[in-house]
Structures are given as structure tokens and as C-alpha cells.
């Protein structure tokens, strides 16, 4: 799987728009773009997922460059209870032998604040 | 609500004891993973199973074992537990390939 870098740590206030940036430039063209999110003392939480076309629901969007070098998950209006580690993890389609496993790198700090 | 079951929640064990971490999810998916997550080194994974009847190992699978006789359950097994074995343990479900994981709240598991 590609390898994503992500700055490791942000501040957003509450209410507003939180962009979370990655970067996964050596991308490969069956390898989608998947975003988790991990909240103190829970389990990775699945946020979205894409190949090239933006994707919305109702967590957040995914904005995904024309290259796929890059992208950025969007939380519209941050709350408090959107503090996490957000993940972002590149997968390569139809992989079964590995047993389709996340590699979780050490992802985004997100600091909701009032 | 429908999703992800594990127990117990956390566990403080004596070395060379044997433990069972047990996950149960009622989503009918087809595939459950166990992995592991240390600080500084995210979550890797120990085994999986695609379907009710198969196991695979692995990046981590030494000292642990697996078995999924049916859908709903995919136990994790320590034979003799290890200081190394200190971890909090994650169990997750997808209806296989490129579906999202559902992960459950985790094990939190001391070996002394």
C-alpha cells in the first residue's frame, strides 16, 4: 500500500470547518483513499472513502486531487466530539491473500476547540 | 444497536497464563481481524478470517491464535501469555474486499 503523510497535529475551532490534509503521492491507480478516525479509548471509527471522485456523507467529505496525489477530508461544522486521530490509509483493491489489512500511519491530532 | 462486542474490556494477567479474547459481531459480515495497537507503533495486524471456516495470519501473529467456527464469533487466543503481549487489542468486521472495517472498543490486556 502507498504511504500518506499527514501533519501531526491541528487545532479547528468549534462550529467551523475542519480540512484535513494528506498526501499520498506515490499512489497507485487501483489504491483508494480511506479515512478512520480514532477517539480516546475507542476503536477506529470508518469516516469515508474514495478513488478519484469527491465523496460526501454524513460525517464529512473527501476531496481528492486530480492527480490522487493528495487529498482532504472536510468536517463542515467541527464539535467538540470530533477530537481524534484522524487516519489516513491508502488501500489496494481486491488484495485477499493479505488478509486486507489497515496500515494505520500515526495520523492527525485534531483539537476541537470552544 | 448493531455492531462490535468484545470481552473483556480490560484483563491484568499473570505471565505464561492462557486468555481468550473473545468478539462477537451481528452485522453478518464475512470477514473479522484482530489487531494490536502500541504506542508509536498504530495498529498492526495479528490474524483474519474472510469467511466462517478460514483463518490467515497476519503481520504479528506469533504467540496468538484464531478460529472462527461460525459467522458471528472470532476468538483470540494467548497460550501463554508474555510481557510483550501488553497491548489493547482491537477486533473489526467488513463484508470483505474494499468494505470499510467495523472495529470494536478493544481489550486492554497487562502481562505481568
Known amino acids: 500500500d502507498a504511504k500518506t503523510t499527514q501533519p501531526t497535529s491541528m487545532d479547528c475551532a468549534e462550529g467551523r470547518a475542519a480540512n484535513l490534509p494528506c498526501n499520498h503521492s506515490t499512489i497507485s491507480g487501483n489504491e483508494y483513499v480511506y479515512w478512520y478516525r480514532q477517539i480516546h479509548s475507542q476503536g477506529p471509527q470508518y469516516i469515508i472513502h474514495?478513488?478519484?471522485n469527491n465523496e460526501t456523507n454524513e460525517m464529512a467529505s473527501l476531496i481528492i486531487t486530480e492527480d490522487r496525489k493528495s487529498s482532504t477530508l472536510i468536517l463542515p461544522h467541527a464539535t467538540l466530539r470530533d477530537t481524534a486521530v484522524y487516519y489516513c490509509i491508502v488501500r489496494v483493491a481486491g488484495v485477499k491473500a493479505a488478509g486486507n489489512k489497515l496500515t494505520f500511519g500515526g495520523g492527525t491530532r485534531v483539537l476541537v476547540k470552544p | 444497536i448493531a455492531g462490535i462486542t468484545q470481552a473483556p474490556t480490560s484483563q491484568i494477567l499473570a505471565a505464561g497464563r492462557r486468555m481468550t479474547l473473545r468478539c462477537t459481531q451481528d452485522?453478518?459480515?464475512?470477514?473479522m481481524y484482530w489487531y494490536r495497537q502500541d504506542l508509536g507503533l498504530g495498529l498492526r495486524l495479528i490474524h483474519y478470517s474472510n469467511t466462517a471456516g478460514t483463518t490467515g495470519k497476519g503481520e504479528v501473529p506469533d504467540g496468538y491464535s484464531v478460529s472462527r467456527a461460525n459467522t458471528d464469533d472470532f476468538p483470540l487466543t494467548l497460550a501463554s501469555a508474555v510481557p510483550s503481549q501488553t497491548s489493547v487489542y482491537f477486533c473489526?468486521?467488513?463484508?470483505?474486499?474494499?468494505?470499510?472495517?467495523?472495529f470494536g472498543d478493544g481489550t486492554r490486556l497487562s502481562i505481568l
Open positions: 474514495g478513488l478519484k
Open positions: 452485522m453478518r459480515h464475512n470477514a
Open positions: 473489526a468486521s467488513s463484508d470483505g474486499g474494499l468494505s470499510p472495517q467495523h
